[in-house]
T-cell receptor
Framework: SQTIHQWPATLVQPVGSPLSLECTVE??????LYWYRQAAGRGLQLLFY??????ISSEVPQNLSASRPQDRQFILSSKKLLLSDSGFYLC???????????FGPGTRLTVT | KQEVTQIPAALSVPEGENLVLNCSFT??????LQWFRQDPGKGLTSLLL?????REQTSGRLNASLDKSSGRSTLYIAASQPGDSATYLC???????????FGKGTKLSVKP
């Protein structure tokens, strides 16, 4: 069966510091991968998605970036965090666009 | 642009009651619609996926319906239990890339 992992589970970082969140999927190959952010009082917002290694599409312009160095690994990064980057970051995967998406446990990021 | 709305934002019911959660979307040209459950501080758990050609899906005490012409979906929970307490999210697949567009959720509380 497929499993999706995210780490770290929680993170507290000062403004201006770098960020690296990691997501890995087990039990499948060539999945579509997604990064979402859930901010307080707002719905889930798609940040990035990827259909393959090195292929990244951005939905929302911001100071975050994503990379997919391996088939089942998706990384969310920032060079300098802003207070507005605080939130709950969720990684998800699906076999095809428009098909069922499965979510990881999430990373709670607090920027102080 | 697809928009998804969930009403009510919060709902409290006594244990054993049957209930309906509502979801509406603005663009009827959706691929599929997916219902999720989110427990506090946790990731999303997929409950049901309704394909655009289907009108309903059932899983245990859950039944989800889809009416594309009216832009509505409902999630019916039979014989509610305290363990059903969670936030329920509706998401429609749309847009040029078939990405998920989420509602803000309905927070359900089932009182014993």
């Amino acid at each position: 069966s497929q499993t999706i992992h995210q780490w770290p589970a929680t993170l507290v970082q000062p403004v201006g510091s770098p960020l690296s969140l990691e997501c890995t999927v087990e039990g499948t190959s060539n999945p579509n991968l997604y990064w979402y952010r859930q901010a307080a009082g707002r719905g889930l917002q798609l940040l990035f998605y990827s259909v393959g290694i090195g292929q990244i599409s951005s939905e929302v312009p911001q100071n975050l970036s994503a990379s997919r160095p391996q088939d089942r690994q998706f990384i969310l990064s920032s060079k300098k965090l802003l207070l507005s980057d605080s939130g709950f970051y969720l990684c998800a995967w699906s076999m095809l666009f428009g098909y069922e998406q499965y979510f990881g446990p999430g990373t709670r990021l607090t920027v102080t | 642009k697809q928009e998804v709305t969930q009403i009510p934002a919060a709902l409290s019911v006594p244990e054993g009651e049957n209930l309906v959660l509502n979801c509406s979307f603005t663009d009827s040209a959706i691929y599929n619609l997916q219902w999720f459950r989110q427990d506090p501080g946790k990731g999303l758990t997929s409950l049901l996926l309704i394909q655009s050609s289907q009108r309903e899906q059932t899983s245990g005490r859950l039944n989800a319906s889809l009416d594309k012409s009216s832009g509505r979906s409902t999630l019916y929970i039979a014989a509610s239990q305290p363990g059903d307490s969670a936030t329920y999210l509706c998401a429609a697949y749309g847009g040029s890339q078939g990405n998920l567009i989420f509602g803000k959720g309905t927070k359900l509380s089932v009182k014993p």
